[in-house]
């Protein structure tokens, strides 16, 4: 968000993740996006809680490994709402590469394909690790005091994680009595990732060059 304040870029948070899990993890995650944005003064859109439909597309992708075919999934979702909320914009991007525990390639891909939907939108491919992205997440972070994320986000992450804990001899995360039922797994993998913002633009002036320095923009937060 910074970045895109200082670049005087005037965008909208649109806060679409039915994958987070527990609603205790998704209330502080959002809680959080929106008191970021209202230090800067940025609109934030309140999409909601689908988790149901979430849990009823990753049926059958229980077992899958990040990032795999359940992350696809995931993220196809979350971009597929973000492209249909955009209408009137024309350009769409997506921070979730910002994290080196992401596949910036799968992240690309999803965006683009949802945005191929709609003839007026493109996909902005921005690398947000370019410049030390990554160094100034974590020093924001630490500088807001935000929840650090030990998982990232989903039911499935959160057994996955546990695992790994456990079998380095730590401690599982404070959510662990939280999943889903009796999740079991045929075989481990492990991921501690974060899951950043995910980014929708609308150019505020006429030139065809969606990298202008003025835009309106939608920004959908992970």
Known sequence: MEAMVASAIDFTIFFYNPNIHPRKEYDLRKDENIRFAEKFGIPFVDADYDRDNWSARARGMENEPEPGVRCTMCFDMRFERTALYAHGFPVITSSLGISRWKNMQQINDCGK??????????????????GGGSARMSEISKRENFHQQEYCGCVYSLRDT????IATGRERTGWASCTMGNLQRKRRTHSLQRCPIRTLYRQADTSPCYCATRFTAIEISQ
């Not at 394909?113 to 370019?130: G, I, M, V």
């Not at 546990?162 to 804990?165: A, I, L, T, V, W």
């Open 113 to 130: 394909r949802a945005a191929s939907r709609y003839p007026e939108l493109l996909y902005w491919d921005y690398n947000w690790r370019k």
């Open 162 to 165: 546990n695992e790994h804990r």
